[in-house]
């Protein structure tokens, strides 16, 4: 029978055609590539077309030796293939092979030279390498066969050494662009020799500048951007796991991250790839344990730095993760008895990794640092941890180390006894031995000793552990303790000094007055600490107005803003005092009446946070934030949900034209320019309720806003529709972006200003990108048929005048594929179709294709999916132009075309999904 099994194929029972012995070389090829086509006939020693002529009867034929899907040609089973016919293969086929190898995998990648920036749009560009992806692979794929079972070629001796020799040769001295080049054939080299893979990657890391560092960089392109290090970290862990490997994979690895660029911005770096291999719990190599310990600590002694990172990564914890590492496509790594992995085998993992930390700590501040954070993870035995640090405390003389170090044991403490019912909180007796430490580390300055306490977080060592609000509580009780003592044995000097100290120095202020500070101490202490020229210090006076104020009120801080006047302690002075007053119509009326300096002083810094007036006072303080030239700011509070209703809509309206005209912020982050977003949306949502407000004022505030609203909840909707009602706005959006035709003999002057052209260019396109509202369309959804016609004559009739006429109807074509569908079911529209067919304008119908095509989107697929969602698609648009192809030929013509272009894109992706299985 033709399929019994072990029956030889017929194409392998004779002496086979130099073509398929090429073949075979190949691996695979894209016919339509100069480069393929060349070394294909290079190594069949004839004319390509020769070649093709004598592989083309094998092609598709009973339990062939070759596929060919599309443009690609490839064997079928590289490895059957090579075991029928490498007896075949003669001493100048392997030679030509080897020249072919270098030639190919040699070549240098174009795009290396190009800006990272650019790289993504190589192909845009016209750059592409010499050689298919596809042809790189098979000659990589044949290096690991002749690797394997290079005994097969009888008449080479040497062949199996081939693959280490050219292996060794590609990679001998490579430069940065080699390196760069052949990132995606890694796997296919380490697999084929390793011994030379590897050889070659330590001698680029022994150089001073290591050519391999180019791995490490990154192409931008937001999306598209991409990083070229991922194939080296998949080579390198699919050779780990093989213990013979294994060492010496883990000492190239430990050498890459100390060269490596961190943070990684799209995939992880050497320190992850060994970690995943030296996991205790999930070791992603055939080593054992004792093999892995081995090895560490060569890397402790060669590469410090990178082992004790490496420790700290494969030291178990509460939520470790794993990814598994690649196993080899080819080599059998596997041992015949694998460690198994037990809680006992992890327990002494983690008692040899505690022993080397220990070792390795010492006396660095920055590594003890570290540890402490991990102290749960090195129980049950913490003796010698906590030995190691107290020796390490009486050695630390750096003031800035021993401060770091004390806060972090305070962090500790509070950390595990905040939680003392939870599984991995340390036992008292250690925390109290901690404790005793972080004490010792306490500094001798009394007033850093309390100054902690007046940051905005407090983690307290000894918290009660029943809660927030008890903690809170304790943490206000120790504030005012510590404030009031400061106070009481240095005074005001001694008050200023710990505010110098500390982060917020406000709480200092809030401390002191609700420690009862006595009427007079207050004064003084308020007009010290206002009156200096320090920030924090001043904060004192913030924290003690503010108190102070919700309990002496009105008259107390009328008082206090007559005596900074009256014995002229400065705006400087005024403008603290005023600040710590609550934001609201009493404390502006104040700044009101002192005016000037104080009043612009004011307005420009003022904390829009905290304003939560009503009525008439929200609106002076948005016309005081636009005056003060802060606009953007004022719409925080034009734009919040509770303020609708409460503010003129002639003020939102002027909020968002002055907002519109003022730059944005370097220091703008990314959650500004969200909530910005945010604003500017609500406050148009709320005067869309209004019937006070002029259509058109929407419109131009819609056009300086459109980057703003095109990806929010509240699209530019009145300028769309507007563009719709308005054929003049049509040609004047159209001819910010085109030139008129050469056709039309029109010729316009240059504008004044390029670059703000080129800015309203930029936007119009964009505009008619979103345009989808058709002229004539109803609420219903409907459209009237004769208000569309009008709009479209109008419009082209204008574009013609403006020269503009083939872009216009394109432009047209693009709005009314936004479409709904008819009344009989079917899409367009039947006034679209009408529309269509009544102008039959080649560039309207053309544009109505891409605008559809374009309005498709993104798909998702499974990766055998192929082109069924194309197919899918192309059956619907077929079934709607054969239904309404006798009273609308032109629009039915323009479905026909849809759809042969997604059978096209059908017959793309399966030929895609299929040649995805090739490799």
Not at 207 to 228: K, M, R, S, T, W
Not at 478 to 491: E, H, I, S, T
Not at 611 to 626: H, P, S, T
Not at 899 to 913: G, V
Request: glycine share 6%; hydrophobic share 40%.
């Amino acid at each position: 029978m033709e399929s019994a099994p072990g029956r030889i194929p017929t194409w392998a029972e004779t002496t086979p055609p130099k073509a398929l012995l090429a073949a075979l070389l190949a691996g695979g090829w894209i016919e339509t590539s100069e480069g393929d086509r060349a070394r294909l006939a290079e190594l069949a020693d004839q004319p390509y077309d020769t070649a093709i002529g004598n592989l083309t009867p094998l092609a598709g034929a009973f339990d062939s030796p070759l596929q060919k899907v599309g443009e690609a040609w490839r064997i079928s089973s590289p490895s059957d293939a090579w075991i029928l016919l490498a007896h075949h293969i003669t001493p100048a086929d392997l030679d030509r092979f080897e020249n072919v190898a270098q030639a190919v995998l040699g070549a240098p990648d174009p795009r290396f030279d190009m800006e990272p920036g650019d790289r993504w749009m190589a192909n845009i560009h016209g750059v592409h390498p010499s050689y298919s992806g596809l042809l790189r692979h098979g000659v990589g794929q044949v290096l690991i066969l002749l690797a394997l079972w290079g005994s097969k070629v009888r008449t080479v001796a040497d062949a199996p050494r081939r693959a280490d020799a050219i292996v060794a040769r590609l990679l001998r001295d490579a430069d940065a662009q080699r390196w760069w080049s052949l990132s995606g054939d890694f796997r296919l080299l380490a697999e084929a020799s390793p011994n030379a893979f590897l050889t070659a990657i330590e001698d680029s890391l022994d150089q001073n500048d290591p050519p391999i560092a180019a791995l490490f960089g990154h192409d931008d392109g937001g999306v598209f951007g991409q990083e070229h290090l991922s194939d080296l970290m998949w080579a390198l862990e699919s050779l780990a796991w093989s213990p013979d490997w294994m060492p010496r994979v883990t000492n190239v690895l430990a050498r890459l991250d100390a060269i490596d660029v961190k943070p990684r911005k799209y995939i992880n770096g050497p320190m992850n790839s060994l970690r995943e291999v030296h996991l205790l719990w999930s070791p992603q190599t055939y080593a054992t344990q004792e093999q892995r310990i081995r090895a560490l600590d060569v890397v402790r002694k060669r590469e410090p730095a990178t082992a004790w990172k490496l420790m700290l990564g494969v030291l178990p914890s509460g939520h470790d993760t794993s990814s598994p590492s690649p196993l080899p496509r080819w080599r059998d790594f596997s041992i015949d008895k694998p460690e198994l992995v037990t809680w006992n085998l992890i327990g002494r993992g983690v008692a040899k990794i505690r022993e080397r930390l220990i070792a390795d700590v010492g006396v660095d501040p920055q590594r003890w640092l570290v540890l402490l954070d991990r102290l749960g993870d090195l129980s049950p035995d913490l003796s010698s941890v906590l030995e190691a640090l107290d020796v390490a405390e009486s050695t630390v003389t750096d003031d800035g180390d021993r401060a770091a170090l004390w806060e972090k044991l305070r962090r500790v403490l509070h950390h595990h006894r905040a939680f003392p019912d939870a599984e991995w909180s340390l036992p008292e007796d250690v925390l109290t031995r901690l404790e005793v430490v972080y004490e010792r580390f306490a500094p001798k300055n009394p007033l850093a000793c309390v100054a902690w306490l007046f940051n905005g977080s407090v983690a307290l060592p000894k918290p009660p552990g029943t809660g927030w609000r008890d903690e809170q509580h304790e943490v206000e009780v120790a504030r005012k303790d510590a404030a009031q003592a400061v106070f009481n044995n240095g005074g005001v000097p001694a008050v200023l000094g710990l505010a110098r100290l500390a982060d917020s120095a406000g709480y200092i202020g809030k401390a002191l007055y609700e420690s009862g500070v006595s009427t007079i101490d207050l004064e003084s202490l308020v007009e010290a600490a206002v009156r200096s020229g320090d920030a924090r210090e001043r904060a004192v006076a913030h924290g003690l107005i503010a108190t102070a104020f919700q309990d002496r009120k009105q008259s107390w801080a009328m008082s206090l803003i007559a005596k900074a006047r009256t014995e002229s302690w400065g705006d400087d002075a005024l403008m603290a005092i005023l600040r710590a007053l609550p934001a609201g119509r009493w404390t502006w009326d104040r700044v009101a009446e002192l005016g000037g300096n104080i009043l612009t002083t004011y307005w420009r810094s003022a904390p829009v946070f905290w304003i939560d007036e009503a009525g008439d006072d929200m609106a002076y303080a948005v016309r005081q934030l636009i005056d003060a030239g802060r606009a953007r700011h004022a719409l925080a509070l034009t734009g919040r949900r509770g303020n609708k209703g409460r503010l003129p809509s002639a003020l939102m309206l002027e909020a968002l034209e002055q907002a519109a005209r003022q730059p944005v912020g370097n220091s703008e982050d990314g959650n500004e320019a969200t909530m910005f977003q945010h604003y500017v949306t609500e406050t148009l949502t709320e005067l869309d309720t209004r019937e006070d407000v002029d259509r058109n004022v929407l419109v131009t505030l819609e056009w300086n806003y459109l980057r703003v609203l095109e990806h929010s909840r509240r699209p530019a909707k009145v300028l769309l529709s507007a563009l719709s009602e308005q054929p003049k706005l049509f040609i004047e959006m159209l001819s910010a972006v085109f030139k008129a035709s050469v056709e039309s003999e029109i010729e316009e002057p240059e504008p004044s200003d390029p670059e703000q052209a080129h800015a309203v260019a930029r936007k119009a396109f964009r505009l008619f990108e979103l345009w989808n509202h058709i002229p004539g369309r109803r609420d219903d959804s409907t459209i009237d048929g004769e208000a569309l016609e009008t709009w479209i004559k109008e419009a082209r009739a204008l574009a013609k005048a403006v020269g503009r006429l083939d872009v216009a109807d394109s432009k047209i074509g693009q709005m009314l594929s936004a479409s709904p569908q008819g009344v009989d079911g079917n899409w367009p529209a039947e006034a679209v179709r009408n529309a269509l067919d009544l102008f039959r304008s080649k560039s309207m119908l053309e544009g109505f294709r891409v605008g559809k095509a374009n309005r498709h989107g993104f798909t998702t697929r499974m990766p055998g999916d192929g082109g069924n969602l194309e197919r899918y698609e192309a059956a619907k648009y077929r079934g709607w132009a054969e239904a309404i192809v006798f009273d609308h030929p032109y629009t039915a013509k323009a479905l026909h075309e849809l759809a042969d272009n997604y059978d096209s894109h059908a017959k793309r992706e399966d030929e895609d999904a299929e040649q995805r299985d090739w490799f």
